[in-house]
């Protein structure tokens, strides 16, 4: 064991020698979560809504009113009169409008007579999110020109309450288990992959094959390491990260004994599994450009910016071998719910098998010579 002992120390003192590098490996992961979460995470507002009545009628004023009440407001939307359908299809098409909302000629009477009265949104559904937010907002204007009728008429229908049993997460908060397990990665990758490599090019590691040490304890050695740079990392971005997203009671006793545990397992199995990878490279190159395609291949398809119930099946199947996947929703488990241990017992489980396996098949593959 002292042998390991020392490969660790050796591993820290150096590693304690580059404060740029833990640095970086700390601040972007942070950096990273204040831009993605209020990028992302915020309200769309003052989308252009071009409105062309061709009717004039009492109901149709009445909907431009409540329209225009819409975008004083919320500030959703910001109304442009047309006089002409075409121009503003036109307009629309060229990017000058968000959508257009056409009040047909009968919509009043169709009104009054309650004969399905209807109005048209056209959108540019190339951008997913804005037609979605304009669809709900003419929605909730068109619902509004009839509510009492339509609650006199559901009167005795069932209805449907819904209940919220946490507080609204921004997505800021939704966006924090990502960014402490990508803090994580990097600081493995960074602080250990790379590292490794560059030694191992400068013919640095020459010296352990000439000493008993054994390939376990060479890879263990290396493993420790890499799990207590990555676990600094980690509890730093939790810290930060937790108080700048606004996470409620972030230093809960019991919940900062889980996140050390889930942090330690996560650091883990990142480093086993890039030792796994490295354990027969010799070119330094090769890890800075994996580190793009690994970045991409575990973050993404993990649930970390999206829910993995969009992704395609292929993908999904990624998400489930991903050990991202595990760490992300024990993370999510415990800031977001702050759950008990039941809740992220699968999660480290898997993460603990994971990395034996990976680790054993790195020494299977660590070669004592050169």
């Given at each position: 064991?002292?042998?390991?002992?020392?490969?660790?120390?050796?591993?820290?003192?150096?590693?304690s020698?580059?404060?740029?590098?833990?640095?970086m490996?700390?601040?972007?992961?942070?950096?990273?979560?204040?831009?993605?979460?209020?990028?992302f995470?915020?309200?769309?507002?003052?989308?252009?809504?071009?409105?062309?009545?061709?009717?004039?009628?009492?109901?149709?004023?009445?909907?431009?009113?409540?329209?225009?009440?819409?975008?004083?407001?919320?500030?959703?939307?910001?109304?442009?009169?047309?006089?002409?359908?075409?121009?503003?299809?036109?307009?629309?098409?060229?990017?000058?409008?968000?959508?257009?909302?056409?009040?047909?000629?009968?919509?009043?009477?169709?009104?009054?007579?309650?004969?399905?009265?209807?109005?048209?949104?056209i959108?540019?559904?190339?951008?997913?999110?804005?037609?979605?937010?304009?669809s709900?907002?003419?929605?909730?204007?068109?619902?509004?020109?009839?509510?009492?009728?339509?609650?006199?008429?559901?009167?005795?229908?069932?209805?449907?309450?819904?209940?919220?049993?946490?507080?609204?997460?921004?997505y800021?908060?939704?966006?924090?288990?990502g960014?402490?397990?990508?803090?994580?990665?990097?600081?493995?990758?960074?602080?250990?992959?790379?590292?490794?490599?560059?030694?191992?090019?400068?013919?640095?590691?020459?010296?352990?094959?000439?000493?008993?040490?054994?390939?376990?304890?060479?890879?263990?050695?290396?493993?420790?390491?890499?799990?207590?740079?990555?676990?600094?990392?980690?509890?730093?971005?939790?810290?930060?990260?937790?108080?700048?997203a606004?996470?409620?009671n972030?230093?809960?006793?019991m919940?900062?004994?889980?996140?050390?545990?889930?942090?330690?397992?996560?650091a883990?199995?990142?480093?086993?599994?890039m030792?796994?990878?490295?354990?027969?490279?010799?070119?330094?190159?090769?890890?800075?450009?994996?580190?793009?395609?690994?970045?991409?291949?575990?973050?993404?398809?993990?649930?970390?910016?999206?829910?993995?119930?969009?992704?395609?099946?292929?993908?999904?199947?990624?998400?489930a071998?991903?050990?991202f996947?595990?760490?992300?929703?024990?993370?999510?488990?415990?800031?977001?719910k702050?759950?008990?241990f039941e809740?992220?017992?699968?999660?480290?489980?898997?993460?603990?098998?994971?990395?034996?396996?990976?680790?054993?098949?790195?020494?299977?593959?660590?070669?004592?010579?050169?």
């Open positions: 064991m002292h042998r390991t002992l020392a490969i660790i120390e050796r591993e820290m003192r150096r590693f020698k580059s404060p740029m590098l833990i640095v490996s700390m601040v972007f992961p942070l950096l990273q979560l204040v831009i993605l979460g209020y990028a995470g915020g309200n769309v507002k003052h989308l252009t809504l071009a409105i062309v009545d061709q009717d004039r009628g009492v109901p149709a004023v009445r909907l431009r009113a409540l329209a225009g009440a819409v975008s004083s407001g919320a500030h959703t939307v910001d109304l442009l009169p047309y006089a002409d359908a075409g121009v503003a299809l036109g307009d629309l098409r060229n990017g000058r409008v968000n959508g257009v909302l056409t009040i047909p000629p009968d919509f009043s009477r169709r009104v009054l007579s309650k004969n399905a009265p209807r109005v048209a949104l959108s540019d559904n190339t951008d997913t999110f804005v037609s979605a937010t304009l709900a907002t003419v929605n909730s204007i068109v619902g509004g020109l009839d509510a009492d009728l339509v609650q006199q008429r559901l009167a005795t229908a069932p209805t449907l309450d819904v209940v919220e049993i946490y507080p609204y997460v921004p800021i908060q939704y966006l924090l288990p960014s402490i397990t990508m803090s994580i990665f990097m600081m493995v990758m960074i602080g250990g992959g790379i590292i490794y490599i560059d030694d191992k090019a400068r013919g640095l590691h020459e010296g352990y094959l000439v000493t008993p040490i054994t390939k376990l304890e060479l890879v263990a050695g290396f493993n420790i390491s890499g799990t207590i740079k990555a676990l600094l990392a980690g509890v730093f971005i939790t810290i930060i990260g937790s108080l700048i606004g996470v409620p972030p230093l809960d006793p919940r900062t004994v889980r996140m050390v545990l889930v942090i330690t397992v996560t883990f199995a990142l480093v086993s599994l030792f796994f990878l490295m354990a027969r490279m010799t070119d330094p190159l090769l890890p800075r450009a994996m580190f793009g395609v690994l970045n991409t291949v575990l973050y993404f398809p993990s649930g970390a910016v999206y829910p993995q119930q969009g992704f395609p099946p292929w993908m999904q199947w990624i998400a071998v991903d050990p996947t595990y760490s992300v929703h024990a993370f999510k488990s415990l800031l977001l702050n759950t008990g809740a992220i017992a699968y999660d480290v489980g898997f993460l603990v098998v994971f990395s034996a396996v990976t680790m054993t098949a790195a020494t299977a593959l660590f070669k004592r010579t050169l």
